[in-house]
Structures are given as C-alpha cells and as structure tokens.
C-alpha cells in the first residue's frame, strides 16, 4: 500500500516511547524490552497498526510486535495506538520499521514467539513480483524459524488469488489448515479473534469477501 509522505512521522516516532529504532539490539532478549514474561505475538506488514492496537488493548497480557517497512505508516500506526488506548500507558506493544526479509536479523527461536499475524499484505499479483508477498514460501521459511511445532500463522485478505496460492503456499511449508473461510464475516470464528482493521471494513463495505485461514506448523 502506497502512503503519502509525513513530514511529521520520523520526529514523533523519535519520541515514542514504544517506537524501536534499532531492533537488531534486541534480538533473542525482546521480553527484556517489554520488562515481563507475557507471551509474545508478531504482526507482520502492520501497516497503521489498528489491528495490533485493538489486539494489544484487549489482551494486556500479551506482548505484541508489528513490524513495517514504511516509516510513514508505522508513523500513522503511531497516532492510531495513542488514540485507541487515550490515557492508558502503551506497555505491550513495540512498532519495529524493518524489512520482513531480514526478520532473523532481529528475532530469533530464544523470542518465543508464540504466534504470527498477517493482514491484507500486499498481493502483488504479478508473477514475477509475488516472492514479495508475505505468505511466498521464502517468508514462511523464515518464520518456521521462529516457531515451535504446533503455533500458528493467523492470515487475513481480501485478495482471491493471493488467499488460494496462499494455502499452497502453507501446504508446501508444511503448515497445516485450519478455519478457512471465504466469507469472514458470515462464518462462525469469532470476531473478538480476529479485530476489524480499517481496510478491512472498506473492502467489505465494497462487498469484497474476506479470506481468513490458521495455518498451524508441523514437523517437516
């Protein structure tokens, strides 16, 4: 997703106390960051962050990572977890701007991530442009690396074809499915789960049918 450059982005993120300007720092010891031994669970291509903000807000005791390439967006992302939690303290969330493919530069097994989300990630739909995507089998190696057998990999799109090469991709992972649905929003998972983001309400408001699927690790 394009965003359009903010001036203000880069100094208010210079003071945000949940902002991590060097990541690398804490790789292997990111509960020393978060000061506690809540589980620890990553977003991936966060973009403006009202997925982890919601998550992080509603679940105290679960640490939350997001991680984004665009300095403008986690910039956004910034603004919108200040909103949400108005005059409570940010104490479980961390915003990470980095590449996802040298995410083993700055978490490792000794993290514990206990669970990773992607939501609405670009689909780039041409063929010589999808090992970009974030599910593409070069990515779920890297995140292999962080999880245990049995931990998931929670993924939501609006795309139709990047949802269907998507479950290929998880199969040929060796990741195992679970609640796939074509329809979010009519099946039975329960949405508490799984928070609305703001792109996510615009494509259903389009009609577009939201995608959804848990992919589980196994033993390769």
């Known amino acids: ?22 990541p690398r720092d804490f790789k292997g010891k990111w509960k020393s960051f978060f000061n506690n031994d809540n589980p620890i669970m990553l977003e991936v291509g966060c973009g403006k962050c009202s997925f982890a903000a919601q998550m992080a807000l509603s679940h105290p005791d679960i640490n ?46 000794d993290d514990d991530i206990q669970r990773i989300y992607i939501n609405f990630c670009n689909p780039w739909p041409r063929e010589k ?3 970009r995507r974030l599910t593409h089998p070069r990515k779920l190696k890297l995140y292999r690396e962080l999880l245990d057998d049995g931990l998931q990999i929670h993924f939501k799109t609006d795309d139709d074809g990047l949802f269907e090469d998507s479950l290929e ?5 060796k990741f195992s499915l679970s609640s796939v649905t ?13 928070p609305m983001t703001e792109h996510e309400k615009m494509f259903s408001d389009e009609g577009i049918k939201i995608k959804y699927c848990v992919a589980t690790k196994i033993k390769k």
Request: charged share 35%; hydrophobic share 35%.
């Open 1 to 22: 997703m394009r965003i359009r450059k903010k001036k203000w982005a880069e100094p208010e993120l210079a003071q945000c106390s949940f902002y991590i300007p060097e």
């Open 129 to 131: 442009h999808k090992k």
């Open 182 to 194: 074509y329809d979010l929003h009519q099946s039975d998972i329960d949405p508490e789960t799984t």
């Open 64 to 109: 939350f990572i997001a991680v984004d390439i665009k300095l403008d967006m986690l910039g956004v992302g910034r603004r919108n977890i200040v909103s949400l939690f108005g005059d409570r303290e940010v104490g479980n969330i961390a915003l990470v701007r980095y590449n996802v493919e040298q995410l083993g530069d700055i978490l490792s097994k």
């Open 169 to 173: 991709y998880f199969r040929e992972e």
